[in-house]
């Protein structure tokens, strides 16, 4: 029986070449259509990223990590996908419209933390999960769990030096005047559970949202949006704040949405693995509706 340490292996590149030729060398009894199976099934990682690209450029020290375990793909579920697992962590992609954790007021409602609490039951009764941050339910994108309490204390305890890099992609309402800024505010909380923006240090906690403008047409602008801090509602308050709210945005002064959902997409999410200190970095596509919107509605610039 295949031992788990088996399960993933990990190896360093010592000259340039492709990633094919290198997978062949280091498994010379699988045929090709198992190495490309690997890739399409994102069981291959290269300093810390999943790849799918046969033909991806090796370059010498790089560290190629296959993942041998296949258990992740009869996990299938229309809201949530496992883009990768290890013994230690879960990253999975959620749509927009689930709750990533249950509330106090949704206590019942299906969420991504059910659904793969019972993935992961279904496997060994043993198994835990944890959350270690949230994104909002109407947003899509990156999320990341931990299988122990101790690897979520450990990702959660040091939250701004081990994750380092979280870009997120808005569709907002208009075109900004500045193509690149930071916004700086003040964000408090409401008995109404809606979140504020003010100048005074005194009476919230500091945010800080950086944008940059991708593409934009007579009517919407795509934006790439990196956290320095992660207060919830951020970007949406921000973007409310510029007088640009994210399309769909009701609670923060949007129009009702002309793709039926928030523009608001997590795309991006790298981090130091807990156990293995990698820097593990997972990256998304843009929602098609956000593209087919910047096309749909007058001229598409795209932008440097």
């Known amino acids: 029986m295949e031992s788990k340490k088996e399960k993933q292996m990990a190896l360093r590149v010592k000259e340039p070449m492709e990633l094919m030729p290198f997978l062949a060398i280091h498994f010379s009894g699988k045929s090709r259509n198992a190495l490309k199976s690997l890739l399409s099934h994102k069981q291959v990682c290269v300093n810390g990223t999943a790849v799918s690209q046969y033909n991806r450029m090796l370059q010498p020290n790089d560290n190629v990590t296959i993942n041998r375990n296949k258990a992740k793909q009869d996990f299938r579920h229309s809201k949530v996908k496992i883009v990768f697992e290890d013994d230690a962590l879960m990253v999975i992609e959620k749509a927009e419209g689930l709750l990533a954790v249950a509330t106090d007021e949704r206590k019942e409602e299906l969420t991504a933390f059910s659904i793969l609490l019972d993935y992961l039951k279904k496997k060994d009764p043993r198994n835990r999960l944890f959350i270690v941050h949230r994104i909002d339910r109407e947003t899509s994108g990156l999320l990341l769990f931990a299988k122990s309490k101790e690897v979520q204390l450990r990702l959660q305890e040091n939250w701004h030096e081990n994750v380092?890099?979280?870009?997120?992609?808005?569709?907002?309402e208009g075109i900004p005047s500045k193509e690149e800024d930071t916004i700086v505010s003040y964000l408090r909380e409401s008995k109404a559970l809606k979140i504020h923006s003010g100048s005074n240090e005194d009476a919230g906690k500091k945010a800080v949202t950086h944008y940059r403008l991708l593409r934009k047409n007579d009517a919407y602008s795509m934006l790439k949006v990196e956290l320095e801090t992660g207060r919830k509602n951020q970007i949406r308050v921000h973007m409310q704040d510029i007088g640009h709210p994210i399309i769909g945005d009701k609670k923060y002064g949007a129009a009702p949405s002309p793709?039926?959902?928030?523009?608001?997409?997590?795309?991006?999410?790298?981090?130091?693995?807990?156990?293995?200190?990698?820097?593990?970095?997972?990256?998304?596509?843009?929602?098609?509706?956000?593209?087919?919107?910047?096309?749909?509605?007058?001229k598409d610039n795209h932008m440097k």
């Not at 380092?164 to 907002?172: D, F, G, H, L, M």
């Open 259 to 298: 793709i039926g959902r928030l523009g608001l997409h997590a795309r991006v999410l790298a981090f130091v693995h807990p156990v293995t200190r990698e820097v593990m970095r997972f990256e998304t596509p843009v929602p098609k509706k956000f593209n087919a919107l910047l096309v749909k509605n007058g």
């Open 164 to 172: 380092t890099e979280r870009v997120y992609i808005a569709v907002v």
